[in-house]
DNA sequence: GATGAATGAGGGTTCATTCAT
DNA sequence: TATGAATGAACCCTCATTCAT
């Protein structure tokens, strides 16, 4: 494995060049929901993307990075949109609030079902300086002062921990929602459910 | 894709045999464990387990197989934990007996941290008719008569999609406490808080 | 076995592929010619053909793909040669022809003497949709009537036995000849004789 | 490929080893008759025999000199049978006593018909020293003076070619009868034709 | 910049043969 | 002698990556 980097070799700002890595970008990301990680190789990527293989390495050094920048974009989309709510549901309660990100996210993760998922286990074998993998902490940066809002001082490692699980926890439920079959009913109510348990169980006061 | 049968080719009765697919598994279980899906090969496995590759086709039609045998044992192994802990708490309050499953289920995810993660992985590829697979429902029917304990009459479609929620549930938060550090303790609660919060939210008395 | 199609993959227009493609069907001949079955592995027609794996597989499917592509290539020379010699003498009396014939496939099958016979064991285990088995039917057509021209009305099914074995009958005299020391003299005459002698036991008469 | 000699490793007297060697065989022939060479590997034979591999490498050095025996035997067969022929049918104009042998040729093949053919393929890999191959010799003895009944003086070499060619011939045409759809009407006077056919061809006076 | 032919290491699987029991 | 577990060389095929055009 070569140790390059795994970020864009160039971010051009021509037209054509932007339409050459959009059209990648977008293939990658519709072989990964249609084959999952199976068919999820960089001659099928190029082709689908109407564009040879040796354009694709023009903008990406490798299948890494390729995966990078997707997971990147899945994050960033999540991070804009969670901002988003986080301001206009700013000064609610904590259970209204966290009620909002739910529903934010359960219309995030409807719009391409598999793709999270199967980009979480590709990710794996990525290394952590990943641009992607640094979307998550500031994830978690947003939702550590709603769910610390009313807490006396709960220290930095168990907001983290607590974060994290929340959005794994609701990541689970909304996947399995979204896979089986016309489950979506209640869904939001299950999530927060489980979130507001959840914060219980881990003396959390909401 | 062969259609080539996930059992294994043979269940050997000699001693020697036994032990050297106990060999197999076992150094198939390593790799899945330190290298993750990407280092999963026969003569990797093979070579781990002191034996030659022609001796795990001996044994196992192909990767697949081998990957059916682990979920198998690891299926398997919760099930049959599960019962007993069913068995032992017949009659208990809902809420009791959950605690039960969830203290179970920590234990026995403990034992084999990333296992049973990447086996998920692994196994979306494998058919549903695989032995392994066919251990889930079997689980959820252990769970399914726990959860409707007070129930009236809940349809059975939403009652598997509940309990495999539930399951799921447990097996994030779980997971991601026995991976990140050392951050197990509470875990109980943070689980049973969250299944308890789940079910509420779910409209399932307890 | 896997189903793959055993037609070519790409038909490149451009040189470099082309060349490519001659090379690999030319080592594949070759070896087939020099080794028989045995060394015909897509390794060392790759070698022998200069060129990588990969490449061998970029042009044919599998090793199926290419066995077919020579036989195809094999059939159609000898198709075309005869619809030929058919057309120059039409008109003849059926011997005359059926000497032309023979002249023709002697002169064929003396350019590369084992490979029909190779490949004909080769193609046994090939599915019959293969274009190349499909150019024995065309062979035989062309035959049938030159070999039915004295007949009141032989059926379709003991036509095409006829037909068939008269093929046979000239390939194994003809292998025979080009393999053995020096003794391709007569072989004309051998040749025609045995057929004219089939003819005549199957009741056909020329 | 080890040197090692193909004959038989031992000849066993003794009724078990006997009756062994008989199954190895008979398994022997069934799976290239069934599956042709594709399936005709050590472990199928012994596991169809129901013998243990061993006991196979016990009796046979190696598969080549299974081979070799599945041919000896066949030759050997149809070498004895031909013997009988000829001395029944001494005296006899020749046509007569091809006709004699084509009759008991066709009777020969039609016990085990693909038997012969995969045979001979199988056959094309083995040295020449092989007992086998010793045998088609002493068919084309046999045959020779037949032949040459009536020939002044035709050299050895000619001779050779014209009893093989002969013999190639008639397995030609008797194999192709035997595998298509009922065909073997008049197979008799069909390949009777071919041989005198042939034999004028060649400026064989019969 | 774009193309796509070419590369070859890597991974799955088979099967002839050996050898400890 | 018989057994069958074990071996590993050899083969088929894929796919990330490079580079001449």
């Known amino acids: 494995m070569t ?15 932007q339409a050459t890595v959009e059209a990648i970008v977008e293939a990658a990301a519709r072989i990964l929901e249609t084959t ?32 990078a920048e997707l997971s990147r974009r899945n994050a960033e989309a999540a991070l804009s949109g969670l901002v988003d709510v986080a301001a206009h549901t700013a000064g ?36 952590l300086t990943s641009d ?12 550590k002062p709603v769910l610390a809002a009313g807490e006396a001082e709960p220290d930095a490692l168990t907001l983290d921990l ?18 089986g079959p016309a489950s979506c009913a209640g869904l939001e109510d299950r999530v927060v459910g489980a979130l507001a348990g959840y914060l219980d169980g881990a003396g959390v006061a909401i």
Chains 1, 2, 3, 4 share one sequence.
């Open 3 to 17: 140790s390059a980097s795994l970020e864009a070799r160039k971010t051009p700002r021509q037209g054509r060049s």
């Open 36 to 67: 999952g990680p199976a068919g999820f190789n960089t001659n099928a990527i190029a082709r689908l993307a109407g564009v040879s293989v040796g354009s694709l390495y023009q903008y990406f050094p490798g299948k890494q990075a390729l995966i």
């Open 92 to 127: 609610q309660p904590t259970l209204a609030r966290l009620r909002a990100f739910v529903r934010f996210a359960i219309a995030q993760q409807a719009e391409r079902p598999r793709l999270s998922r199967v980009l979480d286990q590709l990710e794996e074998g990525l290394p």
């Open 132 to 143: 992607a993998r640094a979307t998550a902490p500031a994830i978690l940066a947003l939702l």
């Open 162 to 179: 607590i974060a994290g699980d929340c959005l794994a926890l609701a990541r689970t439920l909304i996947d399995r929602a979204l896979d």
